[in-house]
């Protein structure tokens, strides 16, 4: 037979390459995919309620290193069982019922008993396929390649929760990472010097520089800023994360655009911020573009960009009418980067972690509101903080010093 394979790059996953088998004497056809890209910073869970046939269709991207689970079956595909494929809800239940299927045959001749308990189970994924009642659907993929599917896009999907958490050891050993120990610095140190390490490019995989460099924004607390630089290729990017610690409660930050000189106030987005426009019915969720650190403009392109390089919603593969949708939403985001619409931008921060310029500071902002919350068990589950305890950790047994 013939392997195709196609280097190709997509948002949300990097690189990928699609490689399509086809044999012209049997007609057998099988298509796979592999990333191509670096092994993402977190891992991520996503977890969909399935209620109806349209949830069926939802695209899924499964890297070979993702579990799949439906926990009302007790049913679960662990890692590097399958190769990685592009396919959709319906697509991973058949692909389960013919793996099932296939040594059958075997196992009635040699154990009929388990292979009657095989076949009711069988029965019970095919009739999932149905959705004759609700169940769950999810993929966890500590590489954080995998993806699923919100049709909904830009908006918020209720059905679908997406998860991002950090890496345990041995996740990182199946991956074949190893975390090495850096020397400490003192903070002094770190203040007054711009720290540079090797890397890969994210795009080309070349051997590139990172930057990292801790500032001090004013009114506000230090950030560390990390940019890297491809001579390769000229790929450039940037990234913030918080130089402190979590702050005891979490911050919303409403600003009310009513004039276009909002666009240049400076923006500070952590990781595990949201940012919500009630009049476009948009909310962009944790994780997402990741720590950013740059003016209301430009959060606001990178937010268009996001949804414009989608290929899930304006590809070859949308539907006509979800495609006349973006671009009506695109439009309206567009007349609000033009300042020519007034709506409110919300920043939702968890961490405590995210700042929005006052521009009549130190004296109060009218179109600003900072507000501080109590952060609810699930967010403090998010932030792994429920975990953590930093006093009365030491047993009380334990031999005094």
Known sequence: GVTRLLLTRIPFFKEIIVSSFCCDSCSWSNTEIQSAGRIQEQGVCYTLAVTSRQDMNREVVKTDCATARIPELDFEIPAFTQKGVLTTIEGIIDRAVVGLEQDQPVRRATDEEVAGKIEEFIVKLKQLKEVHSPFTFVLDDPSGNS???NPRAPHKDDALVVTHYRRTPQQAAMLG???EESPANSAEDLRNEVLQFNTNCPECNAPASTNMK????PHFKEVIIMA???DSCGHRTNEVKSGGAIEPQGTRITLRITDPSD?????LKSETCSVEIPELEFELGMGALGGKFTTLEGLLKDIRDLVERNPFTLGDSSMPSKAEKLQEFLGKLQKVIEGKAEVCFIMDDPAGNSYLQNVYAPEEDPQLQVEHYERTFEQNEDLGLNDMKTEGYEPEDSPGR
């Open 177 to 179: 990472l190893e975390l």
């Open 147 to 149: 993806f699923v599917e």
């Open 263 to 267: 666009m240049t106030r400076d923006v």
């Open 214 to 217: 801790l500032v001090q924004i």
């Open 228 to 230: 890297t630089n491809c």
